[in-house]
């Protein structure tokens, strides 16, 4: 094996952090815009053609550009926002490129499936629109959002380790360089276990977690 | 307490123009309960839902308490739906919360204190009779049980006005009576005013003081429930009427009439308060010279008021008879010949 423990161990923590921070920023720009997909759309709370079609809009194109390719197509924006467009911080910001539409689209699924009696019930109770998001809404979608986040999270780990293949560090960068490029089977194996049992780990986690909010 | 004046909605579905309600013109007054009865479609929910402006009318106007609603902005709107509560068909609680914090929404979103919230859930529960489910989850009730939640929830504001939309249509006949009980309960110790939208007659004679039959968007009848029930003018209203009168006559005494036809004189008596009952009958018999056979015969209470329904059969001398008919035709009570091919 060419590589030692610690090396191994420097690129999970980096893969980690790339997944965490990538997760915080996504969420926070997808949860605001999953959100206005659901109410700016026809017959709901807050009904707005023009808004819903730009916001649809944007998230289809990001949605329809490869990760590899939206990940050197941004290259300039990264060197804009990071100072460089090399290392694991570089990498968060084509991750939330990506990963943001895509949880802006999960949360609009799980918002879609809350009864639209309950939102009636809502509107009958005189509940202002942010209320109706706060208080019903999102705890009606709640086992269903954690499912979401989940689903987001696992591809956010597959995504950054193609952000590593290309300079971002972490266990794709790993698993190419030493796995790959110098043939070293056994740092491919471990790798590709560590991500298994990272996947494993957080769709358990996610299971569990939507089971615990949904009570049975 | 709630009127309807001109009031118009036309929905736009897919390049159509239904129009959902066709001028409706009605007034339920404060304290009442309120029945709109109507097949499916017939323009109901539509009609509820402009009450507390679910459904914004195309044209006309809904007062309620005395507040144009049309006239409001959206702010003062809100204001006036804590007014309101409403009970629906398939109870909308929120799934993810305890029954406890379903019943407090309405006070968490007017931000009343928590311990006033605290002792007020407590007084509803256990004014619906579920004190002990507080901590359950709406999947853990019965429907009958979800509908008390749903109305509890619906007085946590201490409404004037109590919309049901279909409120026992999801519950079996039993549990429908006693949600009716209940809401008869608050309308006697909230003085609540209550309307109720329903497709089913039952509902109208349990509860209803009054009740307005709405057929493709307008209001065709409307009147008491006891006249409604006792005279209905539409062939809607009367078919209606049949479903819960059970006026008709069984095969078996149609065919009994159908045979002795021309030799006996069979007629359908129909008594209305004091006068239902035995001793007109047998008035009649002391009185002139002929006899009488009930073929059948059924008394339903309207309101309190004992409504009757008898087929009879006098045998005698046609004079007497006729002079009996006479007789018998007072105010609250109705004779008609009954021929093998009425029903
Ligand atoms: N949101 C809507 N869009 C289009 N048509 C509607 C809508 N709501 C109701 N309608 C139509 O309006 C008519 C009356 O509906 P509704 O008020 O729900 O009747 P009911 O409650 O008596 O069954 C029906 O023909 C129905 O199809
Ligand atoms: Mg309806």
Redesign the pocket.
């Known amino acids: 094996m060419l590589v030692n423990q610690e090396k191994i161990i420097e690129a999970l923590i980096e893969t980690v952090q790339m997944v965490a921070f990538s997760l915080l920023f996504s969420a926070l720009i997808g949860l605001p815009l999953g959100i206005l997909l659901v109410v700016t759309r026809k017959?709901h709370l807050l009904e707005n053609t023009v808004v819903f079609n730009i916001i649809n809009s944007i998230i289809n194109i990001f949605r329809s550009v490869p990760f590899i390719i939206l990940m050197v197509a941004i290259i300039p924006i990264t060197r804009m926002i990071v100072g460089t467009s090399i290392g694991t911080a570089a990498a968060v910001v084509p991750l939330v490129f990506y990963a943001g539409p895509y949880i802006a689209r999960l949360i609009e699924n799980s918002l879609l499936e809350v009864d639209p009696g309950v939102i009636e019930a809502a509107e009958a109770m005189g509940a202002t629109p942010g209320q109706i998001i706060l208080k019903f809404l999102i705890p009606e979608a709640l086992s269903s959002l954690v499912l979401g986040f989940t689903i987001a999270t696992i591809g956010l780990v597959g995504a950054s380790a193609m952000a590593g293949a290309v300079g971002g560090g972490g266990l794709g960068d790993l698993a190419i360089t030493y796995g790959y490029q110098r043939f070293d089977t056994t740092v491919m194996l471990i790798t590709v276990a560590i991500l298994v049992v990272m996947v494993q780990g957080l769709q358990s986690f996610g299971n569990i977690l939507s089971k615990k909010i949904r009570r049975r | 307490m709630i009127e309807f004046q001109n009031l118009k909605?036309v929905?736009?579905?897919g390049g159509q123009q239904?129009?959902?309600?066709d001028g409706i013109d009605l007034k339920i007054n404060k304290g009442e309960i309120f029945g709109v009865i109507?097949?499916?479609?017939?323009?109901?929910?539509?009609?509820?839902?402009c009450v507390n402006w679910l459904?914004k009318p195309t044209s006309g106007k809904v007062i309620v308490s005395g507040h144009d609603l049309t006239a409001l902005s959206v702010r003062e709107i809100r204001e006036v739906k804590r007014n309101i509560g409403m009970v629906f068909q398939h109870f909308n609680l929120l799934n993810s919360k305890t029954v406890f914090a379903n019943v407090a929404m309405p006070l968490t979103l007017a931000k009343v204190p928590k311990d006033e919230i605290k002792k007020r859930v407590h007084e509803l529960l256990e004014f619906v009779g579920l004190a002990d489910k507080a901590n359950s989850y709406p999947d853990q009730l019965s429907g009958g049980q979800k509908q008390r939640i749903g109305i509890a929830r619906a007085l946590a504001t201490q409404p004037s006005i109590l919309l049901c939309?279909?409120a026992t249509s999801a519950l079996d006949p039993q549990t429908t009576s006693s949600i009716l009980q209940l809401l008869k309960k608050i309308n006697k110790e909230y003085n609540i005013t209550i309307l109720i939208?329903t497709?089913e007659m039952s509902v109208i004679r349990e509860i209803c003081d009054r009740v307005a039959v709405?057929e493709a968007?307008k209001i065709i009848e409307e009147g008491t429930v006891f006249n409604v029930f006792s005279s209905p003018k539409t062939p809607t209203a009367k078919n209606f009427v049949s479903t819960v009168m059970n006026d008709q006559l069984p095969d078996s005494i149609k065919e009994v009439i159908k045979k002795q036809q021309g030799l006996q004189k069979v007629f359908r008596i129909n008594f209305v308060g004091n006068s239902a009952g035995q001793p007109l009958l047998s008035q009649v018999a002391k009185k002139f010279n002929i006899d009488f056979n009930v073929l059948f015969g059924n008394i339903t209470e309207l309101q309190g008021t004992p409504f009757g329904n008898l087929i009879v059969e006098f045998q005698g001398p046609d004079s007497e008879i006729r002079r009996a008919i006479q007789y018998i035709s007072q105010e609250k009570v109705s004779i008609k010949e009954v021929t093998s091919r009425a029903s």
């Open positions: 017959g | 909605k929905y736009n579905s239904v129009a959902a309600l109507g097949f499916s479609g017939a323009g109901k929910s539509s009609l509820i839902r459904e939309d279909e939208i497709h709405i968007g």
